[in-house]
């Protein structure tokens, strides 16, 4: 299928199942490129540029990519998602990106979080921890109720931004993205409430049931599979808009690299001794993979990456009570990277994002 984008091809088609084949499933072949780095870097071409925003999954760590995007809002002195033509985001990337699309600012999002978080992640005496051996750890009563009253009946259609959200649909065994209606094939997600699909993306294994609000289907935390979003960003923007790779500025947000050494036992270790570790392993590898295929389309001049390397301990999805100690660490980050995050991202202004189908309200939320 030819796309818009001087001669871009994928292998994406019409599906029937969804409303457009995901957007990870397209086979991307890559367009010429024309124009210098240098020449995407003048002002006089700013405009012409397309800025994504990737943000990972990681619980609350969360914490650590809201405050970052506040402080570099402070910085700029204007929105965050007015520099970003696309936003995509897993699991608690995917809340993020929703509530920016939303028009919350970072520090709004912050504060969601920490006064949701000791309530979604409650653990009264340890139990839910010794319960999480057999049964997933939490409920999702509390999480569902801290995303209606942020989000209210909003639906994802309302969208000032266009959004790619992933999540598995464990019932048919796929992948499952939203997608705002930024192409006349996107014909359903935009009618679904906000809060569902941050719910349905931030379904984490083990930690929370499967989501089955959108139409009972048995949808998990898109970070089974997409962890770091960035892949599927581009190939959204490659396939379904038609921007070529050269116009393309990525910034993508990690919630910490945990610096461990992978003990030698695994070596030769079987099902329990991989029990422990098996998670970790693919979350990062998976996470590393996306990073270098994107850095090989982009170039490394136009990939920001920022994912701080810490403790494996500080590595955690559930401990509501380390939110000071994130907001302190993305401070520190900011800091360190806002030379570059300005130069590379902050003199581009997104232009206004026109969806295909008429922006629907939902129902009044008291």
Same mark, same amino acid.
Request: contains cysteine.
């Given at each position: 299928?030819?796309?818009?984008?001087?001669?871009?091809?994928?292998?994406?088609?019409?599906?029937?199942?969804?409303?457009?084949?995901?957007?990870?499933?397209?086979?991307?072949?890559?367009?010429?490129?024309?124009?210098?780095?240098?020449?995407?870097?003048?002002?006089?071409?700013?405009?012409?540029?397309?800025?994504?925003?990737?943000?990972?999954?990681?619980?609350?760590?969360?914490?650590?990519?809201?405050?970052?995007?506040?402080?570099? *809002? *402070?910085?700029?002195?204007?929105?965050?998602?007015?520099?970003?033509?696309?936003?995509?985001?897993?699991?608690?990337?995917?809340?993020?990106?929703?509530?920016?699309?939303?028009?919350?600012?970072?520090?709004? =999002?912050?504060?969601?979080?920490?006064?949701?978080?000791?309530?979604?992640?409650?653990?009264?005496?340890?139990?839910?921890?010794?319960?999480?051996? =057999? @049964?997933?750890?939490?409920?999702?009563?509390?999480?569902?109720?801290?995303?209606?009253?942020? @989000?209210?009946?909003?639906?994802?259609?309302?969208?000032?931004?266009?959004?790619?959200?992933?999540?598995?649909?464990?019932?048919?065994?796929?992948?499952?993205?939203?997608?705002?209606?930024?192409?006349?094939?996107?014909?359903?997600?935009?009618?679904?409430?906000?809060?569902?699909?941050?719910?349905?993306?931030?379904?984490?294994?083990?930690? @929370?049931?499967?989501?089955?609000?959108?139409?009972?289907?048995?949808?998990?935390?898109?970070?089974?599979?997409?962890?770091?979003?960035?892949?599927?960003?581009?190939?959204?923007?490659?396939?379904?808009?038609?921007?070529?790779? *050269?116009?393309?500025?990525?910034?993508?947000?990690?919630?910490?690299?945990?610096?461990?050494?992978?003990?030698?036992?695994?070596?030769?270790?079987?099902?329990?001794?991989?029990?422990?570790?098996?998670?970790?392993?693919?979350?990062?590898?998976?996470?590393?993979?996306?990073?270098?295929?994107?850095?090989?389309?982009?170039?490394?001049?136009?990939?920001?990456?920022?994912?701080?390397?810490?403790?494996?301990?500080?590595?955690?999805?559930?401990?509501?009570?380390?939110? *000071?100690?994130? =907001?302190?660490?993305?401070?520190?980050?900011?800091?360190?990277?806002?030379?570059?995050?300005?130069?590379?991202?902050?003199?581009?202004?997104?232009?206004?994002?026109?969806?295909?189908?008429?922006?629907?309200?939902?129902?009044?939320?008291?």
């Amino acid at each position: 299928m030819k796309e818009r984008g001087r001669g871009a091809t994928t292998g994406c088609g019409d599906g029937a199942r969804r409303d457009e084949a995901p957007a990870a499933m397209c086979t991307v072949r890559s367009p010429p490129a024309t124009e210098s780095l240098e020449e995407w870097g003048t002002p006089a071409t700013m405009r012409e540029r397309f800025q994504i925003l990737s943000l990972d999954g990681g619980g609350i760590r969360g914490i650590f990519s809201a405050a970052l995007l506040a402080a570099i *809002e *402070e910085d700029l002195g204007t929105r965050v998602a007015d520099h970003f033509d696309l936003i995509a985001g897993t699991s608690t990337g995917g809340i993020i990106a929703v509530a920016l699309g939303l028009g919350m600012s970072p520090k709004e =999002i912050v504060d969601f979080y920490i006064r949701f978080g000791p309530r979604v992640f409650r653990n009264p005496f340890g139990v839910r921890s010794l319960q999480h051996w =057999i @049964f997933r750890k939490y409920s999702s009563g509390s999480f569902q109720k801290a995303l209606q009253e942020t @989000f209210g009946e909003r639906l994802f259609g309302e969208s000032t931004k266009r959004l790619v959200i992933p999540s598995f649909n464990l019932g048919e065994d796929d992948v499952y993205v939203f997608r705002t209606p930024h192409s006349n094939k996107l014909r359903r997600d935009y009618k679904v409430p906000a809060w569902k699909v941050a719910l349905a993306t931030a379904a984490a294994p083990t930690y @929370f049931p499967v989501c089955r609000a959108v139409d009972r289907l048995r949808l998990l935390d898109g970070g089974v599979w997409a962890n770091n979003p960035a892949m599927v960003a581009l190939v959204e923007a490659f396939g379904t808009l038609g921007v070529s790779l *050269e116009r393309t500025w990525l910034l993508s947000i990690g919630t910490y690299d945990a610096v461990a050494g992978r003990p030698s036992y695994l070596d030769e270790g079987g099902r329990i001794v991989w029990a422990f570790n098996a998670h970790k392993v693919i979350l990062r590898a998976g996470s590393i993979g996306v990073d270098n295929q994107a850095r090989f389309l982009l170039g490394g001049e136009r990939l920001l990456r920022i994912d701080p390397k810490v403790p494996d301990s500080d590595v955690v999805l559930d401990d509501a009570s380390r939110a *000071e100690h994130l =907001i302190t660490r993305a401070r520190h980050h900011s800091r360190a990277f806002m030379p570059e995050i300005a130069a590379k991202f902050g003199q581009h202004n997104a232009g206004s994002y026109s969806p295909v189908y008429p922006r629907e309200k939902g129902p009044p939320h008291d």
